[in-house]
């Protein structure tokens, strides 16, 4: 499992404002660019229609998009603990005869203060390092999408 956490200038709750509204994925998660959230939604057990690229580039910055082919893939949302964490994979496919790997993600939410909230984001899919770069991706993007006016 590749792993990085982040601490963001947010509450808790601003953090996970934003996690609740599944289009927001594509938003910040490396590949994902649009995302198709079945009746149930941000919920244990929902399945979602994503739209990914085959191959992200992570070191892509927040304001490019990610180039490449687009492979449909599904999301299963396996666990969400409402403020604490939500586990979600991304159900590997085929595509033109290429494999779009499975992915499993767990996203945990912390206080750090009342303005700041640590994220660790975990991956299991392609290896160790690249699992790690894919985290710190996500986080980077997510950095600069959920910041709030800090208090010094």
């Known amino acids: 499992m590749g792993e990085a956490a982040r601490e963001l200038l947010a509450s808790r709750e601003d953090v996970w404002a934003y996690f609740v509204e599944p289009r927001h994925l594509s938003d910040w998660w490396p590949g994902i660019r649009t995302v198709e959230p079945d009746r149930r939604g941000f919920a244990q057990g929902a399945r979602w229609r994503v739209m990914a690229v085959e191959e992200p580039n992570f070191s892509l910055l927040p304001t490019r998009r990610?180039?490449?082919?687009?492979?449909?893939?599904?999301?299963v949302v396996h666990e969400v603990a409402p403020y604490e964490f939500w586990a979600w994979e991304l159900v590997g496919t085929v595509s033109r005869g290429r494999l779009a790997p499975s992915r499993?993600?767990?996203?945990?939410?912390?206080?750090v203060t009342l303005d700041q909230t640590r994220v660790t984001v975990g991956v299991t899919g392609r290896g160790n390092?690249?699992?790690?770069?894919?985290?710190e991706a996500a986080l980077d993007r997510l950095y600069d999408l959920v910041?709030?006016?800090?208090?010094?």
């Open 129 to 135: 390092a690249r699992d790690r770069r894919l985290a």
């Open 147 to 152: 910041q709030t006016t800090a208090t010094s």
């Open 104 to 111: 499993r993600v767990r996203v945990a939410v912390s206080v």
């Open 66 to 75: 990610d180039r490449g082919s687009l492979v449909e893939q599904t999301l």
